[in-house]
């Protein structure tokens, strides 16, 4: 550069033209990146998906011992109805067992503990498991084998968390906003 | 690019003109008549031909398939049962889309393992090699987005499980997540998505095929003894002597590409992708196309936390990595010498990791409270997902350093003909 100057005699101060160059270049790579965004922006959640976000659903159905998989935001969504042995079973673990401790009373609602609500995939790749099943009575995931227990804890395979808790709210004592 | 000289002479004056102009003529002379090709090149180097055949072929059907498909949730699965049942011809049209991406990664993996024998990767076609391995992700990116279209249980639990590869990336996970999705569930936004992409891939990849050939071209085929080529005594033009070869060995592998089309077109795929998608229930059993099946296994085998990394994060990190890995091989490897036919340690490691490569696709295939040779499918794939790495981290490195390669012929001339005395 030095060098190159030295040779254009009278020429106009190199630092300028570089202070030029780069606040151009800087510029031009804001611009890129603005124009690129909403190229980007528009493969995210459309208004259609978002305005699905809230539902109410009746409970008084669901026998004690059964489940139910419901829909919420396009993802499938676990009721279940637990029985007192479930429930005790759940409560008797340690939390020094568990992978992603949490108590059941955290799993579940005050005064509403027979009812599990759970968004359904697999918290390892989003499988969704089976019920009643697994070393732990509770679910099973086929698809790369994790056991979670009658609160939905994760208990033994791949998966890192328990299953996810959608965020609900009891509106009387048999339905349910989720949402 | 190549560095022997063009001998065309245009020979009428309208090729004179063009020639002037845009010389693809004396291109194409140079490049796909004449180029010196080693005269020793066997059937494993038969596999580049096969594999541009096949890009035609998925591009050929794939267009034709978009004509007759309708990428919407409440529409797609019935759609290709039109095209099966329907189109005139659809039957066979499609088969042959959904075979021929079984027949494209049988004859890569060949190309791969070939590459992987004889040292194709080592100087002077590292770039040549790395290029190759992008055209496998895409090839991979592309099979995957095809595989979603006909919205079958295993489309949609395949689009499910593999998108959800990306939320284990840590704190962007879900964001991105949702991004690839456009929802927060797999829906109609992302079959639509994927329509566009899997129709857009595979120009790319004709792109990349275009950038791996001409790597090719500079320095010329690397060969069964990986000694470089000496003169002109060492090399035959590629028409007529390997466009031959090449039509033979693509002829010879459209016989079982034919069987399983006309035959068998389902005996690649999965029943459960005759059930149409349900976003409620997963079938009992999801497996990926055979295809994917050894670096899925390396995914599942990864059910442990490693330090801070959960067993999630770990498993993406090592099926990321055993792709990845590849990319680096020309750098791994420390051994002067190409070909492994000249280095009798190497062999062995290169004969195991195959049986260990054919082993995890078995693993990957199996159940995953299954055993197999009385260890739990868990436990056989660490063991198998451990060679895995430990063949480009220890085993090449070190073997280019204490093995004695054997005596290498003087020439690519030599190896065919023998001693030159005895040749005389
Ligand atoms: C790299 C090349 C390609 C590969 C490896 C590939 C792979 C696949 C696969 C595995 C399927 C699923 C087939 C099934 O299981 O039924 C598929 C479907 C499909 N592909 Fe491709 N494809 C390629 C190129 C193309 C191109 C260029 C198009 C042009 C638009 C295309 C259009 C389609 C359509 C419309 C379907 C849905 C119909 C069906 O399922 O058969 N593909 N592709
Ligand atoms: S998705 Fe449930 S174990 Fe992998």
């Given at each position: 550069m030095?060098?190159e100057?030295?040779?254009?005699?009278?020429?106009?101060d190199?630092?300028?033209?570089?202070?030029?160059?780069v606040?151009?270049?800087?510029?031009?790579?804001?611009?890129?990146?603005?124009a690129?965004?909403?190229?980007i922006?528009?493969?995210?959640?459309?208004?259609?998906v978002?305005?699905?976000a809230?539902?109410?659903?009746?409970?008084?159905?669901?026998e004690e011992?059964?489940?139910?998989?419901i829909?919420?935001?396009?993802l499938?969504?676990f009721v279940?109805?637990?029985?007192?042995?479930?429930?005790?079973?759940?409560?008797?673990v340690?939390?020094?067992?568990?992978k992603d401790?949490?108590?059941?009373?955290?799993?579940?609602?005050?005064?509403?503990?027979?009812?599990l609500?759970?968004i359904a995939?697999?918290?390892?790749l989003g499988?969704?498991p089976?019920?009643?099943?697994?070393?732990?009575?509770?679910?099973?995931?086929?698809c790369?084998?994790?056991?979670y227990?009658?609160?939905?804890?994760?208990?033994k395979?791949p998966?890192?968390?328990?299953?996810?808790?959608?965020?609900?709210?009891?509106?009387?004592?048999?339905?349910v906003?989720?949402? | 690019?190549?560095?022997?000289?063009?001998?065309?002479?245009?020979?009428?004056?309208?090729?004179?003109?063009?020639?002037?102009?845009?010389?693809v003529?004396?291109?194409?002379?140079?490049?796909?008549?004449?180029f010196?090709?080693?005269k020793?090149?066997?059937?494993w180097?038969?596999?580049?031909?096969?594999?541009?055949?096949?890009l035609?072929?998925?591009?050929?059907?794939?267009?034709?398939?978009?004509?007759?498909?309708?990428?919407?949730?409440?529409?797609?699965?019935?759609?290709?049962e039109?095209?099966?049942r329907d189109?005139?011809?659809?039957?066979?049209?499609?088969?042959?889309?959904?075979?021929g991406?079984?027949?494209?990664f049988?004859?890569?993996y060949?190309h791969?393992?070939?590459?992987l024998?004889?040292g194709?990767?080592?100087?002077?076609?590292?770039?040549?090699w790395?290029l190759?391995v992008?055209?496998?992700?895409?090839?991979?990116?592309?099979?995957?987005?095809g595989?979603?279209?006909?919205?079958?249980?295993?489309?949609?639990?395949?689009?499910?499980v593999i998108?959800?590869?990306?939320a284990?990336?840590?704190?962007?996970?879900?964001?991105?997540?949702e991004l690839l999705?456009?929802?927060?569930?797999?829906d109609n936004?992302?079959?639509?998505?994927f329509?566009?992409?899997?129709?857009?891939?595979?120009?790319?990849i004709?792109?990349?095929?275009?950038?791996?050939?001409?790597?090719?071209?500079?320095?010329?085929?690397?060969?069964?003894?990986?000694?470089?080529v000496?003169?002109?005594?060492d090399?035959?033009?590629?028409?007529?002597?390997?466009?031959?070869?090449?039509?033979?060995?693509?002829?010879?592998?459209?016989?079982?590409?034919?069987?399983?089309?006309?035959?068998?077109?389902?005996l690649?795929?999965?029943?459960d992708?005759?059930?149409?998608a349900?976003s409620?229930?997963?079938?009992?059993?999801?497996?990926?196309?055979?295809?994917?099946?050894?670096?899925?296994?390396?995914?599942?085998?990864?059910d442990?936390n490693?330090?801070?990394?959960?067993s999630?994060?770990g498993?993406?990190?090592?099926?990321?990595?055993?792709i990845?890995?590849?990319?680096f091989?020309?750098?791994?490897?420390?051994?002067?010498?190409?070909?492994?036919?000249?280095?009798?340690?190497f062999?062995w490691?290169?004969?195991?990791?195959?049986?260990?490569?054919v082993?995890?696709?078995y693993?990957g295939?199996?159940p995953?409270?299954a055993?197999?040779?009385?260890?739990?499918?868990?436990?056989?794939?660490?063991?198998c997902?451990a060679?895995?790495?430990?063949?480009?981290?220890?085993?090449?490195?070190?073997l280019?350093?204490i093995?004695?390669?054997?005596?290498?012929?003087a020439?690519?001339s030599?190896?065919?003909?023998?001693?030159?005395?005895?040749?005389?």
């Open positions: 030095a060098t100057t030295k040779a254009h005699e009278g020429a106009p190199t630092g300028r033209r570089d202070f030029l160059y606040a151009a270049g800087a510029v031009g790579a804001v611009g890129v990146a603005g690129a965004w909403p190229l922006n528009q493969m995210n959640p459309d208004a259609s978002l305005a699905l809230s539902i109410e659903f009746d409970l008084a159905s669901i011992g059964q489940s139910v998989t829909k919420w935001r396009g499938p969504v279940r109805h637990r029985t007192g042995a479930e429930i005790d079973e759940a409560k008797a340690p939390l020094t067992d568990l401790p949490e108590s059941d009373e955290q799993r579940t609602k005050p005064g509403h503990e027979q009812w609500i759970m995939n697999c918290t390892h499988c969704v089976v019920g009643e099943s697994g070393d732990f009575d509770g679910w099973f995931c086929p790369h084998g994790s056991h227990d009658s609160a939905g804890r994760i208990r395979g998966a890192p968390k328990n299953l996810v808790l959608p965020p609900y709210t009891f509106i009387s004592d048999t339905k906003q989720i949402g | 690019m190549a560095s022997h000289d063009s001998s065309y002479v245009p020979g009428s004056a309208v090729e004179k003109w063009l020639d002037e102009r845009l010389p003529i004396r291109w194409s002379k140079t490049h796909l008549l004449d010196p090709t080693p020793n090149l066997n059937y180097w038969t596999f580049g031909g096969i594999l541009a055949v096949m035609v072929v998925q591009i050929i059907t794939g267009i034709i398939l978009a004509m007759h498909y309708t990428p919407n949730v409440a529409m797609a699965f019935d759609s290709v039109h095209i099966r189109v005139n011809g659809g039957r066979i049209i499609q088969a042959v889309h959904a075979v991406a079984s027949m494209f049988f004859a890569v060949v791969i393992f070939r590459g024998f004889f194709s990767y080592k100087a002077p076609r590292e770039i040549l790395i190759g992008l055209i496998f992700v895409l090839m991979m990116a592309t099979a995957f987005m595989y979603v279209l006909p919205w079958g249980q295993m489309s949609f639990w395949a689009a499910t998108t959800n590869i990306f284990a990336i840590p704190v962007v996970g879900t964001p991105v997540l999705r456009g929802g927060f569930a797999v936004a992302t079959l639509n998505r329509f566009s992409l899997h129709y857009l891939l595979p120009f790319v004709a792109a990349v095929v275009v950038l791996h050939i001409w790597a090719l071209h500079v320095p010329g085929n690397n060969n069964p003894t990986g000694v470089d000496k003169s002109s005594r090399t035959l033009p590629f028409h007529p002597y390997f466009t031959m070869k090449d039509l033979f060995a693509i002829l010879v592998f459209m016989i079982p590409f034919a069987w399983f089309v006309f035959f068998a077109p389902d690649l795929g999965h029943p992708n005759y059930v149409m349900n409620q229930v997963t079938p009992a059993h999801i497996v990926p196309e055979w295809y994917f099946l050894p670096f899925y296994a390396i995914l599942r085998a990864i442990f490693i330090l801070f990394i959960d999630k994060l498993g993406v990190i090592f099926f990321a990595g055993s990845l890995v590849l990319f091989v020309p750098w791994l490897d420390t051994s002067k010498v190409r070909s492994g036919t000249f280095r009798p340690m062999k490691f290169y004969a195991l990791f195959v049986v260990n490569f082993l995890l696709a693993l295939a199996s995953a409270d055993n197999v040779l009385g260890l739990s499918v868990a436990d056989f794939s660490k063991v997902t060679y895995y790495f430990l063949y480009f981290f220890v085993v090449l490195p070190v280019g350093r093995e004695t390669p054997k005596p290498l012929p020439s690519i030599e190896s065919v003909l023998g001693q030159p005395a005895a040749a005389e």
